[in-house]
């Protein structure tokens, strides 16, 4: 059979104008079905053209696409070409499994995974390629089609591969040719684990690696797993992201993996990037001197809030502002450079309370940042409270893109997101942002010097890409309100000293001791 996996649009605005990231989706089920010819086709980085894409199509059976929830509409949109075509279909990926019927509702749709995909798509594809081991499509566990009466029928949950190591490599080859980056850097990504025990508010991890209970699990790879996937990876690239969630969610296992690199020698040939937690961060710190050993010099921190009612409310109770700072100056200290994440207007948070949030990222100083209005994804606890309370104000999915705002909070309308959305774009990049990178960036001596290899590429992505997407989406420094042009008045009540930490650190005791990860299973540990 012929299978064409299938990468759907680009997002204009977003991540999409400074990040490629390669669809490690797609890859790891194509590796489950080695016998069958396949094709990559990456809107991110291939030409489209219509009339040739329609000709490509022709020549596959089976289309596989991804599909998260910003991209749905191009998904069902390609599937809908793919079966003009006389293609069988199938999506996957978090918007299916979160919200099966929406895309199982479409005729043109065969097949809608829910959950992990590999075993599932094994199964199609035996069942598509002539039911070689008489398998009914009633037995296909983790997938939604409708049936001859159009009724939509969801099969049983499909159960978690115990193992990881189980599943073939992913199918790097497929890959070949392609470029993908980061921040201006070529980036392959490789997955060490999947799933997290934390339980953040706005997160849909939780539901995309739910076990049979519902309750959240954790798995991973083994080292030796680890260390073939790094061997697999085209080393013509500049970095390796580890690119599951939270990298370093068990620390004694992340020494391993750290060790492990260093003493291969892996770390004198490649850099790696990772995305971490400020509380793992804070309370280890070997571990940042050991990210910095081993090569690590990119880190995604999700930053989200200096109000620790935001953080309290958000279940990170474990982090404060203060940490935030304390681990953000070690990590730069070193020369690692970081990615950070701001979520904007929590709920609870007034426009002023934003603006300080806005002007604390400010002054981190952080390398990078993204703005996320507050989102609720379809198919949350959190979506479903929103819903309930009347604050979901968009039902187009291609704003669920962490950009534009989706849903406005009791003290923020719409408008207010997008005003101060806009704004902390605008404080942040377009106030000295580019001469204070260039400074750190350009010295052949300083601690970032590392960057001058992919400086070509990070002015054409990063700065033309990412201040391109910005100016296109109206966002200029006239944006800037004079509230947070006030940085001395904004600012004044906002303590993110040692002492301030110190008090809420001892109120968080017991919350911490408290905070319950009982519905949390570790599925399986590999070393
Ligand atoms: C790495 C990553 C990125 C990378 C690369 C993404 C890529 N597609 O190449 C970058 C940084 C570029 C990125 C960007 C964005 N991301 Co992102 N990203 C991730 C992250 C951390 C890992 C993804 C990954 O590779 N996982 C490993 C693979 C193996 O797992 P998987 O993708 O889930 O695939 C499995 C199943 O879903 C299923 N499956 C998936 N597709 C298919 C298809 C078929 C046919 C079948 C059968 C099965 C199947 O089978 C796979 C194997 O089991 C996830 C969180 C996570 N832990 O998964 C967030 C995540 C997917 N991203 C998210 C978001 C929102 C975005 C952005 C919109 C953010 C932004 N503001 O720009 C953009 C969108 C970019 C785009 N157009 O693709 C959300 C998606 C939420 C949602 N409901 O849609 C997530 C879940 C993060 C989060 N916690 O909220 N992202
Ligand atoms: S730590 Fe990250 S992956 Fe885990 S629940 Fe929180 S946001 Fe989601």
Redesign the pocket.
């Known amino acids: 059979m012929k299978i064409l ?1 299938i ?1 759907p ?3 204009e605005s ?3 104008a400074i ?8 890859i ?2 194509a590796g489950m079905v080695p016998e069958h010819d396949a094709k990559l086709f990456d809107f ?1 980085v291939d030409k489209y053209r219509e009339k040739k894409f329609r000709s490509e199509l022709n020549r596959y059976d089976t289309v ?8 749905v509409y191009s998904a069902l949109e390609v599937a809908k070409m793919a079966k003009d075509q006389g293609c069988n279909t ?6 299916p ?2 919200v099966p019927e929406f895309v199982a509702d479409h005729d043109y749709v065969d ?1 809608t ?1 829910r ?4 075993h ?2 094994k199964e ?1 594809i035996d069942y598509l390629d002539g039911n070689k081991n008489k398998i009914s499509i009633k037995d296909i566990d983790g997938i939604s089609y409708k049936n001859k009466e159009g009724k939509i029928i969801h099969n049983s949950e499909r159960a978690l591969e115990h193992n990881l190591d189980n599943f073939p490599m992913p199918r790097r080859d497929l890959l070949k040719g392609k470029l993908y980056t ?1 921040l201006g850097t070529t980036t392959r ?1 490789v ?1 060490t684990s ?1 799933g997290c025990p934390h339980n953040c508010k706005f ?3 939780i539901k ?1 690696w739910r076990n049979s209970n519902g309750g959240t699990t954790y798995r991973t790879k083994s080292i030796s797993r680890i260390m073939r996937e790094i061997y697999d990876v085209d080393w013509k690239n500049d970095f390796i ?1 580890f ?3 939270n990298f370093t969610i068990n620390v004694k296992r992340t020494h391993k993996i750290l060790d492990t690199i260093i003493k291969s020698g892996v770390n004198t040939k490649m850099r790696f990037s990772c ?1 971490s937690r400020v509380d793992t961060l804070y309370n280890n710190p070997v571990l940042i001197n050991k990210l910095y050993k081993a090569n690590f010099r990119q880190v995604f921190l999700g930053i989200e809030s200096v109000h620790q009612q935001s953080l309290d409310a958000m279940n990170k109770r474990n982090t404060t502002p203060a940490m935030v700072r304390s681990v953000v100056k070690s990590l730069r200290d070193k020369g690692i450079s970081i990615f950070g994440g701001v979520i904007i207007g929590f709920p609870g948070e007034t426009k002023r309370m934003v603006r300080q949030n806005i002007q604390n990222t400010i002054n981190l100083d952080l390398d990078c940042v ?1 703005f ?1 209005p507050i989102t609720a ?1 379809p198919g949350t606890p959190f979506y479903d409270e929103m819903k309930e309370k009347g604050r979901i104000t968009a039902s187009n999915y291609k704003f ?4 534009h705002p989706m849903m406005r909070t009791e003290e923020l309308t719409s408008k207010d997101f997008l005003q101060l959305v806009a704004e902390a774009y605008a404080a942040f990049y377009l106030k000295g942002w580019i001469i204070r990178r260039a400074k750190e960036y350009l010295n052949p001596f300083g601690k970032f010097n590392w960057m001058l290899g992919s400086l070509g590429r990070l002015v054409k992505q990063g700065i033309i890409g990412g201040l391109g997407m910005l100016y296109s989406q109206g966002i200029t420094t006239k944006v800037i309100s004079d509230e947070l042009k006030n940085k001395v008045e904004l600012m004044k009540d906002i303590d993110i000293s040692y002492a301030a930490f110190k008090s809420i650190a001892s109120q968080n005791d017991k919350k911490i001791k408290t905070f319950s990860q009982e519905k949390m299973e570790v599925v399986s540990e590999q070393t």
């Open positions: 996996y990468n649009a680009r997002l977003g991540m999409d990040i490629t990231g390669a669809p490690l989706s797609l790891s089920i991110k596989a696409i991804t599909s998260m929830t910003s991209q199938i999506i996957g990926g978090y918007h499994t979160l097949f995974v959950g992990e995909g590999e599932t798509f199609i980061y990504q997955e999947r997160c849909c991890i995309m992201f690119c599951e969630d995305q993204q996320t994804f669920y893109d962490l950009f």
